[in-house]
Nanobody
Framework: QVQLVESGGGSVQTGGSLRLSCAAS????????MAWFRQNIGKERLFVAS????????NYADSVKGRFTISRDDAEKSMYLQADKLMPDDTGVYFC??????????????????WGRGTQVTVFS
């Protein structure tokens, strides 16, 4: 069983930056594909970014390419999302997710089996 805890959310002005963190406990973190998703009330959970366990390959939603950077530190059992040049459309609850061990990271929430409780990001103009 893997527990995930997000932190680093907050309120920032358009153009600002935030660094989100996801701390994991339990399981062998280095074997899990990891991802960030965003959700607003009444809306579906949207893919933001993912990172593979084996080769560190990353993928991003088109809306965040060039502005967000996902990374992981397996020794620290942590994943990060550096979010720069934030825009109001980036507002939402950001969730950290882990997929089945040894699998690749995908952009669909159904692939992920462990979820954190989320951290709120609000971008105001």
């Amino acid at each position: 069983q893997v527990q995930l805890v997000e932190s680093g959310g907050g309120s920032v002005q358009t153009g600002g930056s935030l660094r989100l963190s996801c701390a994991a406990s339990g399981g062998t973190f280095g074997l899990y594909p990891m991802a960030w998703f965003r959700q607003n009330i009444g809306k579906e959970r949207l893919f933001v970014a993912s990172i593979n366990w084996s080769d560190g390959n990353t993928n991003y939603a088109d809306s965040v390419k060039g502005r967000f950077t996902i990374s992981r530190d397996d020794a620290e059992k942590s994943m990060y999302l550096q979010a720069d040049k934030l825009m109001p459309d980036d507002t939402g609850v950001y969730f950290c997710a882990a997929g089945p061990p040894w699998s690749r990271a995908f952009g669909t929430p159904d692939h992920y089996i462990y979820w954190g409780r989320g951290t709120q990001v609000t971008v105001f103009s």
